[in-house]
Nanobody, 125 residues
Framework: QVQLVESGGGLVQTGGSLRLSCAAS????????MGWFRQAPGKEREFVAG????????YYADSVKGRFTISRDNSQNTIYLQMNSLNPEDTAIYSCAGGLVYSRDIMKDKMFDYWGQGTHVTVSS
């Protein structure tokens, strides 16, 4: 059983940056594909970014491409989401997820087995 813990959320102004972290407090995430998802108030959860177990391939939602970067450090059992050029539409609860997920399914939240509790990101205008 893997337990994931996110950190790094907060309040930032438009145009600012944040870096989210997701660490495995129990178990290892090294063998898993990992993803970041977000849920804004009144909206469904949506895919943000994903990364294969090796870190060799990354995937992004069109809305964040060029602004967000997902990475992982398997030696630290941690993945990251660097978020730049933030705007109010990025305001949401961000959650990391892990699982034995094929690349073709990495944008599908239902394919992931392990989830963190989420971290709030608020971007003020």
């Amino acid at each position: 059983q893997v337990q994931l813990v996110e950190s790094g959320g907060g309040l930032v102004q438009t145009g600012g940056s944040l870096r989210l972290s997701c660490a495995a407090s129990r178990g290892t995430l090294r063998v898993y594909a990992m993803g970041w998802f977000r849920q804004a108030p009144g909206k469904e959860r949506e895919f943000v970014a994903g990364i294969t177990w090796s870190g060799g391939t990354t995937y992004y939602a069109d809305s964040v491409k060029g602004r967000f970067t997902i990475s992982r450090d398997n030696s630290q059992n941690t993945i990251y989401l660097q978020m730049n050029s933030l705007n109010p539409e990025d305001t949401a609860i961000y959650s990391c997820a892990g699982g034995l997920v094929y690349s073709r399914d990495i944008m599908k939240d239902k394919m992931f087995d392990y989830w963190g509790q989420g971290t709030h990101v608020t971007v003020s205008s």
